[in-house]
Structures are given as structure tokens and as C-alpha cells.
């Protein structure tokens, strides 16, 4: 297991690793992650292994949607990476709107944890805007999430969309603890527009604070959404602002 703390969601580069998977994920380890954190890769688990091979790149997290799946090849295939724990990156808005329905969310989460279990593998689940924006009684989705969660199922939280959702990701992690494993980190306005956002440390987001308010041994995952330019550019970016900050 590598000792970083910086991974980038390959989604990053989704165009580059659909002309070219091995070309793509290559050209990440040269600009020196030893980390990346796959989607889609269930019917391309072979090719990643090959690229994970050549480069030794770890895949310590990856994104796979799970409800309403088929969790067997899923966790397969993950197994095959050598990823750990496997996040369901979306799970729909209209569940997030009343405690009763988070509830739910979190049985399922807690149920696919238990199969996860089984292949020594473990869960998690990232946040878009929607479960910040959804207050109930004070208090957000996902915090509500966190309530009913089993302690084994780890929280990636998306910084900048808690962001664009309302609230102050620097509050949130305090108050979320140790239930947070991994961060997206992003940069940008702020804003819905995806193709605004940034580099690292380029933005309006306070990278810095929001990295020393979560666990010091959350994994880091760098993520575009979308750019405008070169991506390859930011990502290169984004891992020199951070490694200058001492991370590693």
C-alpha cells in the first residue's frame, strides 16, 4: 500500500482513457500519483490490472454505482485492482428529501457493506450538492447519512459540491469526524458550471483548510468535473500545489 495521501479520479481524464486506457493512466504515474481512483471499471478490469502492472499504481478506492446492481462482478472485479473499498458515487435525489427516506439510503449501504464484507472488501459513498442542499430539521442529508450509517461504511466527501450545496466543507468535516476516509478535492467558482472549475489551489474553494480539517489519513483524490483546456494541464497542477504543501 502506497504511504501517499493524493490519488485523482480517473474520470478526471475520461476522454484520454476512452482513446487510450493504458496511454492515460500512464501518463498520470509520470506526473507522479502512485494512486488513482477508477469508474467504469468492471468490463475493463483486465486492462487496468495490465496498466497497474507496468506503472505500480494502487487503486486503494473506486467508484461503482451499487443499488439496484448486481454486487458479484462488481466486487470481483475490484478485488482483481486490489482496491479496498468500493463507492457508490450517486445515489438518486428524490431519497434524500425526508429522514424516513435517508434511512433508507443508508440500510442499503449498510447491506451492501455486509456482502462487501465477504470479499474483504469495504463501502462508501460520495456526495454531490443535493444531500447538503436537502436541510431537514437543521441538519443536512448527508450528516443524516452519517447517523445511520454502520461505522464500516466510510464517507468520500466532494468538498466543492458541499460548496455549491450550501454549506462550509471546513464545519462539515469537523462535524462528520472520522467517518470521512477520502476527499474529493476540487477547485473553482463555486458554481454548477463544471467546465469552470480548476486546478487545485486555483479556485475560491480553501483547499488548505479543508484538507486540515478532515482526518489526517483520509485519502485525497484529486477531480475535474470538466475543464476548459488541457485537463492534463490542471491534474498536473493540482498535484505541484499540493505536493507543495507538504503532501505527498
Known amino acids: 500500500m502506497s504511504e501517499s495521501r493524493l490519488s485523482v479520479q480517473l474520470y478526471t481524464v475520461r476522454d ?42 494502487t487503486a486503494p478506492s473506486a467508484h461503482a454505482k451499487l443499488v439496484g446492481e448486481d454486487l458479484a462482478p462488481i466486487f470481483a472485479a475490484a ?77 468520500e466527501v ?7 450545496g450550501g454549506q462550509d466543507p471546513v464545519a462539515l468535516l469537523g462535524r462528520l469526524g472520522d ?14 458550471d463544471d467546465k469552470a472549475q480548476v486546478a487545485v489551489g486555483a479556485g475560491a474553494v480553501p483547499v488548505a483548510n479543508v484538507i486540515a480539517a478532515a482526518p489526517s489519513d483520509a485519502l485525497l483524490v484529486v477531480e475535474l468535473d470538466d475543464f476548459d483546456g488541457d ?6 497542477d493540482s498535484y505541484a500545489w499540493l505536493t507543495a504543501k507538504g503532501l505527498k
Request: hydrophobic share 45%; aromatic share 8%.
Open 16 to 57: 484520454a482513457i476512452a482513446a487510450n486506457l493504458t496511454e492515460a493512466v500512464t501518463r498520470l504515474s509520470t506526473i507522479g500519483f502512485t494512486q488513482v481512483e477508477p469508474y467504469g471499471f468492471i468490463e475493463r478490469a483486465d486492462e487496468y490490472r495490465a496498466v497497474f502492472d507496468a506503472t505500480g499504481l
Open 79 to 155: 478485488t482483481k485492482l486490489g482496491v479496498t473499498t468500493v463507492i457508490d458515487p450517486h445515489i438518486a435525489e428524490e431519497r434524500w428529501t425526508s429522514r424516513e427516506l435517508i434511512a433508507g439510503v443508508a440500510a442499503d449501504l449498510n447491506g451492501f457493506a455486509k456482502v462487501a464484507a465477504d470479499h474483504g472488501l469495504a463501502v462508501g459513498y460520495h456526495n454531490h450538492a443535493f444531500e447538503l442542499e436537502n436541510v431537514i430539521d437543521g441538519v443536512s442529508g448527508l450528516e443524516i447519512l452519517a447517523e445511520h450509517l454502520d461505522p464500516a461504511v466510510r464517507l
Open 158 to 164: 466532494d468538498t466543492y459540491w458541499v460548496a455549491v
Open 179 to 192: 467517518r470521512v476516509g477520502f476527499l474529493h478535492v476540487k477547485d473553482g467558482p463555486i458554481t454548477t
Open 231 to 236: 485537463v492534463f494541464t490542471a491534474v498536473t
